[in-house]
């Protein structure tokens, strides 16, 4: 997969956690780019955050440097002083600002990075940088995670051909608002940092913020853009038909990254699409979409391939929103289990097409209004409850 013009990637084994993989990754632009980001909600926030959170004020940036393996939560002052000597030691060997370089961890909570054997590998980073690719990079952000993440977009803009690359991780604790792990998104568009920062928060409310697996919202979720203009489109601006087609393939590359986020929850066998319509409001649509993903009892239903459809109703019941019982169709895919509140006979339909289906679409229209949202999740299995028991052994 072809990267956007400018930008180089490396990744390198620090073995944060355990050896025998790459656990260390590295973006670097070689122009200055403009840079915005969105950050977790939660009120404890890893010291690579807190440090992200500042430095984007300046809406400039040439690297990130992500490690996998260890979230450097918790970690007092001390974790402050490594992160800033992660970015030190990347400005370094990259001969570029420290100001320049943002970071990223994921793993466990509450240990101290170990800086003695990642010192090295950003050494080593640095010195490689242009010799892995966009897998390479996925690859080296995971935690719990399957399979890399990764997705790229080619457009045309002012008559020149513009690209979009992401590589993201997530597999649990991972619940709006943000709803990854962790995102990155380079571009070669020619874009300032304000109009970027609209673009980006909007995509990630329509993509990170509608995915959950299992409703912990992460101490370290990070989203970052880097746009640096190689491209040499003329600047984009909002009302405009390049505008439009940029912000189109952003949501494209942001929604395409969050699925495969759902698809590769932990332990998960099913990728779910809630989707609720004839709501009042985008509000009550919304959160009634939420009120399904979040459902453990939906969630297990799932994965034993049962149409339990009492569940969903007890789930749009419960959500806080306008709802007639009288008014409420429910479908799996295009099997009809509920019609006008009351069953349909269809249930052993619905069963078989859960046998056969990795993907899933549940459908609630509460035949009210208009409104209409989707929210992406996937079942619940024991496998969840493994892979979380023995997360930090």
């Not at 080619?154 to 604790?173: C, D, Q």
């Not at 066998?269 to 004839?278: A, D, E, H, N, S």
């Amino acid at each position: 997969m072809e990267l956007p013009k400018g930008f180089l990637l490396s990744t390198a084994e620090a073995a944060i956690k355990k050896p025998g993989r790459k656990d260390m990754a590295l973006i670097y632009s070689e122009a200055d780019a403009a840079v915005a980001g969105v950050f977790t909600t939660n009120k404890i926030k890893g010291a690579p955050v807190k440090l992200d959170i500042e430095r984007i004020r300046s809406g400039r940036g040439r690297a990130i440097i992500a490690n996998s393996g260890n979230a450097n939560v918790c970690t007092g002052p001390q974790g402050m002083m490594d992160a800033s000597e992660m970015a030190a030691l990347c400005a370094g060997g990259l001969g570029i600002s420290e100001e320049l370089v943002y970071i990223a961890s994921t793993g466990v909570i509450g240990s101290p990075l170990p800086m003695d054997r990642m010192r090295p590998a950003i050494k080593t980073l640095a010195a490689n940088i242009g010799k892995s690719n966009l897998e390479d990079c996925a690859r080296g952000i995971m935690t719990t995670d399957t399979f890399p993440k990764f997705g790229t977009k080619k457009i045309r803009l002012s008559g020149k051909e513009v690209r979009l690359a992401g590589v993201a991780k997530g597999s649990g604790m991972i619940h709006p608002n943000m709803a990854t792990m962790l995102s990155f998104i380079m571009t070669d568009a020619a874009i300032d940092k304000n109009t970027l920062k609209k673009l980006l928060k909007a995509s990630a409310e329509k993509s990170f913020n509608r995915v959950t697996v299992d409703g912990d919202t992460s101490t370290s979720d990070t989203l970052l853009i880097m746009a640096n203009g190689l491209a040499k489109n003329v600047p984009l601006k909002e009302g405009t038909a390049d505008y439009e087609k940029f912000r189109s393939a952003l949501d494209s590359v942001t929604f395409e990254l969050a699925r495969m986020i759902a698809r590769d929850g932990e332990g998960a066998t099913k990728l779910i699409q809630v989707v609720v319509k004839g709501a009042k409001s985008e509000k009550d649509a919304l959160k009634g979409a939420f009120a399904i993903a979040h459902s453990p009892l939906v969630k297990t239903a799932i994965y034993g391939n049962d149409s339990n459809w009492g569940r969903i109703m007890a789930a749009i019941g419960y959500a806080g929103i306008d709802v007639d019982e009288s008014r409420v169709d429910i479908f799996l895919e295009k099997v009809k289990l509920v019609k006008k509140g009351r069953p349909n006979g269809k249930d052993e339909e619905a069963n078989l097409v859960l046998r056969n289906r990795s993907e899933v679409t549940l459908t609630v229209n509460l035949n009210l209004g208009s409104s209409a949202e989707r929210v992406l999740t996937c079942d619940l299995s024991e496998n969840y409850v493994k892979i979380n028991a023995e997360y930090r052994t």
